[in-house]
């Protein structure tokens, strides 16, 4: 078998690179740049190649960072762990890369040491991520209304799953909403919780602690079998928290704890039949009422 020597010309190689690279020499010359870098930063191989990395495109790339980290790698000699680089470009505008660095086996007639610097535009990608994170947090604001019922008195209706994060972020809003309102009561209303883990009912104890902590008073309501079985076989106790079957029962016990007297209006009318019945100059003792907007007169 006869032995071939094959030549490969690395730099056409690198010319096959999708990603903006270009080969740097000891005294931080441009040797040699691959189309990518010409297409993305809008500069010509003529206007880089034995030029300063730090003259090029109008010095975008003299930067303090730039600096740093190329100079590690050639005097460590060994591969720079990637880092970010956030920047306005000139042509490419506002982009975020991941640079690469390493040292390359010398070629040719090259007699030092050579870099090669690989550009990953992770701009897009970043981008991506905000966006999912903005959603989901506009998820969790939505998926913790709190609403102002009456004075003093705030409703949270518990909708889903309760991990850890949306606890943290519900505890939050919570509290900021306790402060604002000057909130007493506070009403957790658990009817769409079809199921419950330990640590969704963890996280309601954390939550009703946190709102003890500010002086004001929880009210369960709504809370089903199956969740009450599982929080009494995980030994979680409601200790000085108070519970109703009903979100309905709930609002009513708030009202009646801060003074306001539920009748129907047919109770009134009756009320001032008798009243009106009585001696006129002998005056009834002032009540405040909320009309019950839950059964016809």
């Known amino acids: 078998m006869s032995n071939r020597a094959t030549n490969v010309d690395p730099f056409e190689i690198i010319q096959t690179v999708d990603e903006p690279l270009f080969v740097l020499n000891e005294s931080y010359e441009i040797v040699f740049g691959n189309r990518a870098f010409d297409t993305t930063f809008g500069v010509g191989r ?41 920047h306005i470009f000139p042509k490419a505008g506002r982009r975020t890369f991941t640079i690469n660095a390493s040292l390359m086996r010398r070629y040719g007639s090259a007699t030092s040491e050579q870099m090669v ?4 535009d992770i701009t ?36 889903g799953t309760l991990d850890t994060i949306r606890a ?31 640590t969704g009912a963890r ?11 500010l002086g004001a008073y929880v009210i369960m309501t709504g809370i089903k079998p199956e969740v ?33 007297l539920i009748m129907h209006k047919g109770s009134i009318r009756e009320e001032q039949q008798i009243s009106n019945s009585r001696d006129s100059d002998r005056q009834p003792k002032s009540t405040l009422r909320l009309i019950s907007p839950y059964r016809e007169p």
């Open 117 to 120: 610097i690989r550009f990953i």
């Open 228 to 260: 009450a079985m599982t929080m009494v076989q995980l030994g979680i106790e409601l200790r000085d928290i108070q519970t109703r079957a009903t979100l309905q029962e709930g609002v009513q016990f708030a009202l009646e704890s801060r003074g306001y």
């Open 168 to 198: 943290d972020k519900m505890i939050a809003q919570l509290l900021d909403a306790i402060r604002r309102e000057s909130a007493r009561y506070i009403i957790m209303d658990g009817t769409a919780v079809q199921s419950m883990d330990e």
């Open 124 to 159: 897009e990608k970043l981008a991506a991520e905000r966006a999912i994170r903005q959603k989901t947090q506009e998820i969790l604001e939505l998926s913790t209304p709190i609403s102002k019922i009456w004075d003093e008195i705030l409703i949270l209706p518990l909708i």
């Open 203 to 213: 996280n309601i104890i954390k939550a009703t602690v946190a709102i003890k902590l």
């Open 46 to 86: 003529a206007d880089i190649e034995g030029k300063s990395i730090y003259s090029i495109g109008g010095g975008m790339l003299d930067l303090p960072v730039m600096k740093e980290k190329l100079e590690l790698v050639f005097r460590e000699k060994k591969a720079l762990e990637s880092f970010e680089l956030d």
